[in-house]
Every structure is written in structure tokens, then in C-alpha cells.
Nanobody, 128 residues
Framework: QVQLVESGGGSVQAGGSLRLTCEAS????????IGWFRQAPGKEREGVAS????????AIAPSVKGRFTISRDNAKDIMYLQMNSLKPEDTAIYYC?????????????????????WGQGTQVTVSS
């Protein structure tokens, strides 16, 4: 079955870096949209970054642009989120999500409703 497993979360001080990893299995990784979402305490889940694994077409949320980079390794079925210059407001549970139903379009790459498979999440905590 389809599985998305996140790792790499942790606690860092403001200004630090983390790299999140999402390992995918159970489907053809190289022809779908896959992305990172996050949910902070008391807030709704929001799109952070996504990328189509068939073409190099990333989408990055304005709040993290210039600090976060999304990439994928189709040979390993892995997606990464490199997070630099972390801020306390980046504290959240980060989720990996994939669209296996081809619902995502370019304008909706960061809309969670377009994604149909989700990982369990990994906690990122940034202290000031």
C-alpha cells in the first residue's frame, strides 16, 4: 500500500537548519505531485512547498521562500525539504503528502485538499 514516512524533525535554535525527508513507497513516485505541509498549534494546516516529481516544477509558500528548498530523488523515491534560517514561527508538525489522483494543478500545488495520501508527520521546534 501507499506509504509516506517523514523523518528529520527535531529541535533547533532560531537561525539553525534542518533537513526533512519523506520516503515514499507503494506507488510510482516519478509521476506525481508531492509536497510538504505544516500545522502549528491552534492553526490550520498550510502548504509549505510542493514539487511535481515528473517535471522540476516547485511551488514555495511566500512565508518560507528564500529559506526552504524542496527537492526529490526519483531514483530513491525520496523528497527533501531543506530548511535554513529557521524562525520560531516555523514550529509545527510537518507532513508529507502526495497526489495520486492527478488533482493538483499549478495554481493548487499548495492546497491540502488536492492531496490524497499523507504521512504521520514530524515535529519541528524552533526556539528563540
Amino acid at each position: 500500500q501507499v506509504q509516506l514516512v517523514e523523518s528529520g524533525g527535531g529541535s533547533v535554535q532560531a537561525g539553525g537548519s534542518l533537513r526533512l525527508t519523506c520516503e515514499a513507497s507503494g506507488y510510482t513516485f516519478s509521476d506525481n505531485c508531492i509536497g510538504w505541509f505544516r500545522q502549528a498549534p491552534g492553526k490550520e494546516r498550510e502548504g509549505v512547498a510542493s514539487i511535481h516529481t515528473g517535471v522540476n516544477l516547485p511551488a514555495i509558500a511566500p512565508s518560507v521562500k528564500g529559506r526552504f528548498t524542496i527537492s526529490r530523488d526519483n531514483a530513491k523515491d525520496i523528497m527533501y525539504l531543506q530548511m535554513n534560517s529557521l524562525k520560531p514561527e516555523d514550529t509545527a508538525i510537518y507532513y508529507c503528502a502526495a497526489d495520486l489522483l492527478a488533482l493538483v494543478t499549478i495554481p493548487t500545488m499548495l492546497e491540502e485538499g488536492m492531496y490524497n495520501y499523507w504521512g504521520q508527520g514530524t515535529q519541528v521546534t524552533v526556539s528563540s
